[in-house]
């Protein structure tokens, strides 16, 4: 055994405890920096996914109204009732017997799960106090620090007024403005500001209309 290292391992020779424990403990960290990873990724997609689904949802509900008050013969000056904190706007379709309601409602002890309604019924039959309408949209954020969800510009007004600005845009027919946010799960948030031109109206339309009775009091 002259000329032999004792300190030299042998091929059939195994590894020390420390040896294993080392190893585990390194694997163990890359295991946890891979899992993390992975996690990570997993959140980030499923973020996206459900942006991205509520900002289709929004735009679908926006499209299931957007004829009717493209096309609307009188629009109402935007209004919250006391009994539930709802913001309502009522519009005449294109038939002036048309009524139509917009309804933001307010979720209960949340400000961030409203529900966008769109109510429907033919002038001199409205709806009964507390009628649900038809879904457009949910999860919307309904914080009082937010600007109007509904904002009425009159025919003749000039909403882009300012000294930068100028004041050559008035109004020729009525524009209901809407201004939504949805909160999706995660925090995440998608907002939407659209004006839509109520194209049978005029200077000429009065404030008042039938479809009126539709709202609460």
């Not at 409205?126 to 879904?135: I, K, Q």
């Given at each position: 055994?002259?000329?032999?290292?004792?300190?030299?391992?042998?091929g059939?020779?195994?590894?020390?405890?420390?040896?294993?424990?080392?190893?585990?403990?390194?694997?163990?960290?890359?295991?946890?920096?891979?899992?993390?990873?992975?996690l990570q990724?997993?959140?980030?997609?499923?973020?996206?996914?459900?942006?991205?689904?509520?900002?289709?949802?929004?735009?679908?509900?926006?499209?299931?109204?957007d004829?009717?008050?493209?096309?609307?013969?009188?629009i109402a000056?935007?209004?919250?009732?006391?009994?539930?904190?709802?913001?309502?706007?009522?519009?005449?379709?294109?038939?002036?017997t048309?009524?139509?309601?917009?309804?933001l409602?307010?979720?209960?002890?949340?400000?961030?799960?409203?529900?966008?309604?769109?109510?429907?019924?033919t002038?001199?039959?409205?709806p009964?106090?507390?009628?649900?309408?038809?879904?457009?949209?949910?999860?919307?954020?309904?914080?009082?620090?937010?600007?109007?969800?509904?904002?009425?510009?009159?025919?003749?007004?000039?909403?882009?007024?300012?000294?930068?600005?100028?004041?050559?845009f008035?109004?020729?027919?009525?524009?209901?403005?809407?201004?939504?946010?949805?909160?999706?799960?995660?925090g995440?948030?998608?907002?939407?500001?659209?004006?839509?031109?109520?194209?049978?109206?005029?200077?000429?339309?009065?404030?008042?209309?039938?479809?009126s009775?539709?709202r609460?009091?």
């Amino acid at each position: 055994m002259s000329g032999r290292r004792f300190s030299e391992r042998r091929g059939d020779d195994g590894f020390s405890l420390a040896e294993v424990m080392v190893t585990m403990g390194i694997m163990s960290v890359l295991l946890v920096l891979f899992t993390g990873a992975i996690l990570q990724v997993y959140r980030t997609v499923t973020a996206t996914e459900t942006l991205s689904d509520a900002q289709s949802q929004l735009a679908r509900a926006f499209q299931n109204f957007d004829r009717q008050l493209r096309y609307a013969s009188w629009i109402a000056t935007p209004g919250t009732y006391s009994g539930d904190g709802a913001t309502y706007v009522e519009f005449a379709g294109p038939l002036t017997t048309d009524c139509y309601q917009l309804r933001l409602q307010p979720g209960a002890g949340s400000t961030n799960a409203g529900v966008l309604q769109l109510l429907t019924w033919t002038a001199g039959s409205p709806p009964a106090p507390g009628t649900r309408g038809r879904t457009i949209a949910s999860q919307i954020v309904t914080d009082s620090s937010r600007p109007p969800y509904f904002e009425l510009q009159s025919a003749g007004a000039q909403p882009y007024a300012s000294a930068s600005v100028g004041n050559e845009f008035v109004t020729a027919n009525q524009r209901l403005r809407i201004r939504l946010t949805a909160q999706v799960t995660g925090g995440g948030t998608t907002e939407i500001d659209t004006t839509f031109t109520a194209l049978n109206t005029s200077s000429d339309t009065k404030a008042t209309n039938a479809c009126s009775a539709g709202r609460p009091t």
